[in-house]
């Protein structure tokens, strides 16, 4: 007889400080009641989230293990250990889905390896709110995550982001370190082409939300300060 394997569940963060339940359905609600064993990217910040979603679960109950960019790789295929005893298991991300620009796709990975059931909830991701709402190409698009901090790199991955866009009919979606938003913004500004397309798409799901798609051109005539927060870029020719 089979063994029987816990599952590992995908489980959506707010994207800010909105209160979780108006952005996330019930499902993901349950799902934190009944599992007690967590791989999440920071300890403190599941723990908050956990308590803001189920005020009334134990914290001293909760098994959570971390997984970011100091993370050995040789660590990660013990983590689903619980799994492997039966125990339910779930990815906390700090914000949006797991697995999508996350670390916590190395986890699925190995849970596929292993033969456990991964199930995906319903939450925000701040990439497909951001081309829900650009008017870009939804079927064509790729995410391209971080763009060179080197001005000369940065500018030929622009236009080479933009020729692509240009040829296949693609829509480009990047993101910076937020401190750095307002001189991506200025350095698209710069280097594309005067009729391409920006999408520029800051603090989804958030009170202070702020969506606009124009020309290259029009965004010289536009003030807006990205400073330290969360923004998805996306281009299209």
């Known amino acids: 007889m089979a063994p029987q394997f816990g599952k590992l569940y995908l489980i959506p963060c707010p994207l800010g400080d909105s209160p979780p339940l108006e952005v996330l359905p019930l499902s993901v609600k349950k799902a934190v009641e009944e599992i007690d064993y967590y791989i999440v990217e920071h300890e403190k910040n599941a723990r908050h989230f956990i308590k803001s979603i189920v005020p009334k679960k134990s914290q001293p109950d909760l098994h959570l293990q971390t997984i970011n960019k ?7 295929p013990a983590m689903l250990d619980p799994c492997l005893e039966g125990k339910d298991m779930g990815i906390i991300s700090d914000a949006g889905c797991p697995g999508i620009a996350d670390p916590g796709a190395a986890i699925v990975e190995q849970a596929h390896l292993k033969g456990i059931k991964v199930v995906p909830l319903v939450g925000p991701s701040s990439l ?4 829900m709402a650009s008017g870009f190409n939804g079927q064509n698009f790729a995410f391209n995550g971080y763009l060179p901090i080197d001005k000369t790199e940065r500018k030929q991955e622009i236009k080479r982001l933009e020729k692509l866009s240009e040829i296949h009919l693609q829509s480009q979606l990047f993101i910076e370190t937020p401190y750095r938003n307002n001189q991506l913004l200025e350095s698209l500004i710069e280097n594309l082409d005067a009729h391409t397309q920006i999408c520029v798409a800051c603090d989804l799901t958030l009170s202070s939300e702020f969506i606009r798609t124009q020309a290259a051109k029009d965004w010289k005539k536009t003030k807006v300060d990205l400073h330290k927060r969360p923004t998805l870029f996306i281009i299209q020719r």
Do not use: Q, V
Not at 70 to 76: L, M, P, R, S, V
Not at 128 to 131: I, P
């Open 70 to 76: 100091f993370t050995d790789e040789a660590e990660i």
């Open 128 to 131: 497909l709110l951001a081309m």
